[in-house]
């Protein structure tokens, strides 16, 4: 077998290529932490098999987070395996920067260049710089299937070269120039860097640059603890040849990669935050209220006309109407699962719209625009990702945490990322808050996705002031070229989360929903009760629904619906539906109005309440164990405290200004409040002044801060 590394910068194609050879289902992002640890596949090519590993995304050998360290750990430790090095056309003068640190180490490498762009931003004479670099270069497009054979061939080709005793040399004439400054600096390391590299000729030269460049890791394995802090020099030889290279080779580029015309509207300090939250708004109108309100609508006459009518009226003839078994499909299958399934192209249609943009590149525009605001609440550009992630799914977004570079940044945005509104949830804020808001609805599903960034962001200030203080953290961000979306990976991305969310729905609300209905219709002593009986649901309910009460929503109903949701946030939706003993959104909608329903509300205030309160409460079951994985019990016990305590405060304070505005007036109301605010404000600011005069003006040249005395 043939072991492969996969290799190379992010955006450059490296995981589209890695599923076009392995005919693969991988997510392709254009942002950190979509491949955060290595994946691996057999694949099989002629006689050959062929075991290819995807590695994280890496701009040199010289990590700077966790998903880099993983890629350069593997890298090292296997640096005899093939390594395919893949770089963007359109920016390879960047990407053979990694391929130079590469071939420095001695790495068999095959260089493959991939076109992202239809049209070529500029001409490269391949021939040329593969003679020039000694160095097999492959010309491909990665998303074409013609690119399989080409790479594997090379792979097959340089194998059997291995095989027959070749050792890579290549054309680096700058490293004697690097080599000649680490002979200087490091003469009394000689012995130790000798001893580690068991007079490897490739490891020793890379240890002396390594060392040059301060990298922790190999000083620490060579038990060194000077700091020589050179890396300028080794970057500028790099850079230098790079140059030459590209002069020799490369005509003039056409137009610089990643920036365009565009940029100057998108990335303007003043227009690009109301343009994303326009952007973002006409996503939510479009998914809830327009296009996705019709297909959802056409869902729900297909599925009750052609599966659930036929399917109850067939129980009903054969067990008859009241039977337990009619009971559990009605409520557990049709009311429950039923009213999930309706949602499914809405589920759709925010996926399509966050895939359309990410192919577009806008979202690495997102990162920047969001890169100094969250820089000041402790957060670098690149946790965007991550809670851009947690719009879809919070589990999934957990784990991209991961590629923090410092433990307490790492807890931070784990404990942050349950606060975005996942997916799971729009179904309750489209139905609940449309039985109540209308048309106006979208407005509060807007303001709830916005509270949840907005109570994530003041959290982290929060937090970086107190017990989770981050270090200076580095951040690089490119700017692919705006593209149009590929259709093909479009609908593969909407593909997999359809099947996941049919998957889902088929197995762990369909499982949690008959749990449900077993704990409504039978009581503590198990005997099968009424619509109007004491069952186990209703018994246990009662008991927490006088802590609900202060928030508008103390019914049993409502509360055992929210306990529910625990397990799976769309949960609250169907144990509604099968506690009012209704199945379509209207039905829903309509039950929720009545006092004499299981669930039911009595105000917009206490919907709204309700409503914060599902965005903020506890995370869902997958979600919680991801974080006991990732950040440990302690802190993910901290969270879980922090969110409950956050929504009940919120859902109280929402709850009340909305019944002062209930009986009051919104002016009269919201006078007392804005004075409060402004005295409030006013307090801190002045706070702020008296500390900034007390402050040593020479601080910033002391080691400590200090104050002057008085």
Not at 315 to 328: P, Q, R, Y
Not at 579 to 588: G, Q, R
Request: charged residues 20%.
């Amino acid at each position: 077998m043939i072991e492969v590394s996969l290799v190379g910068n992010a955006n450059t194609g490296k995981t589209t290529l890695y599923n076009t050879l392995t005919s693969s289902h991988e997510h392709v992002g254009n942002w950190h932490g979509v491949t955060v640890e290595e994946k691996s596949c057999v694949y099989k090519y002629k006689k050959d098999e062929i075991n290819i590993v995807d590695l994280p995304g890496i701009y040199s050998l010289c990590p700077l987070s966790f998903e880099e360290k993983v890629a350069t750990d593997f890298i090292f430790l296997h640096r005899n395996r093939i390594v395919v090095n893949i770089c963007d056309a359109s920016n390879l003068q960047r990407n053979l920067y990694l391929t130079l640190s590469l071939f420095e180490l001695g790495c068999p490498v095959i260089l493959v260049v991939n076109q992202i762009d239809k049209k070529k931003i500029c001409n490269i004479d391949y021939d040329g710089l593969e003679k020039q670099l000694n160095v097999p270069i492959v010309y491909v497009n990665a998303s074409e299937k013609d690119c399989k054979d080409k790479i594997s061939e090379a792979i097959v080709n340089l194998n059997t070269k291995i095989n027959e005793g070749f050792k890579p040399k290549y054309n680096i004439p700058y490293l004697k120039d690097i080599l000649f400054v680490c002979n200087q600096k490091l003469n009394k390391y000689d012995k130790n860097i000798h001893d580690k590299s068991q007079n490897n000729e490739n490891l020793i030269d890379f240890y002396k640059i390594k060392l040059l460049e301060d990298d922790d890791d190999i000083k620490e394995k060579l038990a060194i603890k000077s700091d020589f802090d050179c890396i300028e020099i080794v970057a500028q030889k790099r850079y230098e040849y790079i140059e030459q290279l590209m002069c020799k080779y490369s005509t003039k580029r056409e137009r610089v990669y990643g920036k365009s015309k565009l940029d100057k509207i998108l990335l303007n300090r003043f227009l690009a935050l109301p343009i994303f939250l326009l952007i973002l708004f006409g996503c939510f109108y479009l998914t809830f209220f327009s296009i996705g309100v019709w297909l959802s609508d056409g869902l729900d006459f297909l599925l009750e006309k052609f599966i659930s009518l036929p399917l109850l009226n067939l129980l009903i003839d054969k067990f008859g109407e009241g039977s337990a078994i009619v009971g559990l499909v009605d409520t557990a299958l049709i009311s429950g699962v039923g009213s999930i399934i309706t949602f499914l192209p809405q589920v759709a249609l925010l996926f399509f719209f966050l895939s359309s943009l990410e192919d577009s590149g806008y979202l690495s525009r997102v990162a920047f625009v969001f890169e100094d605001i969250l820089g000041k609440v402790g957060l670098s550009g690149k946790s965007i990702y991550t809670l851009l992630m947690g719009f879809g799914c919070s589990t999934t977004a957990v784990l991209t945490a991961r590629n923090m570079e410092d433990k307490n940044s790492k807890i931070k945005i784990g404990l942050l990322t349950p606060y975005m509104s996942c997916s799971a949830k729009f179904p309750v804020y489209a139905v609940i808050g449309g039985a109540f808001f209308g048309a106006g609805n979208i407005f509060v599903i807007v303001g709830l996705y916005l509270l949840g960034v907005v109570v994530a962001v003041l959290l982290s200030y929060i937090f970086e002031k107190t017990i989770l203080i981050s270090k200076e953290q580095s951040f690089i961000l490119e700017f692919p070229p705006y593209r149009m979306m590929s259709i093909k990976r479009t609908c593969s991305v909407l593909w997999l989360n359809v099947k996941l969310f049919i998957q889902r729905v088929g197995s762990l609300i369909l499982a949690m929903n008959i749990i449900i209905w077993v704990l409504s219709n039978f009581s503590i002593t198990f005997n099968y009760v009424t619509t109007d009986g004491e069952s186990m649901l209703k018994t246990f309910g009662k008991i927490f629904a006088p802590i609900f009460a202060p928030l508008g929503f103390g019914n049993w109903g409502v509360v055992s619906a929210l306990i529910a949701g625990i397990v799976a946030k769309e949960v609250v939706l169907s144990s509604i539906a099968m506690f009012n003993h209704v199945d379509a959104t209207s039905s829903i909608q309509a039950s929720i109005l009545l006092s004499t329903s299981a669930v039911y509300f009595t105000s917009k205030s206490a919907v709204l309440s309700f409503l914060v309160f599902c965005l903020l409460y506890l995370p869902c079951i997958s979600t919680f164990s991801v974080l006991l994985k990732e950040i440990g019990w302690k802190w993910t016990l901290f969270g879980v405290i922090i969110e409950f305590v956050v929504a009940y405060v919120l859902s109280f304070i929402i709850y009340t200004i909305g019944r002062c505005v209930e009986y009051f007036g919104l002016w009269q109301t919201l006078t007392p409040i804005l004075i409060f605010a402004i005295f409030i404000l006013s307090i801190f600011y002045i706070t702020n002044k008296i500390k900034k005069k007390r402050t040593c003006p020479f601080r910033d040249k002391c080691s400590k801060k200090c104050k002057i005395k008085r």
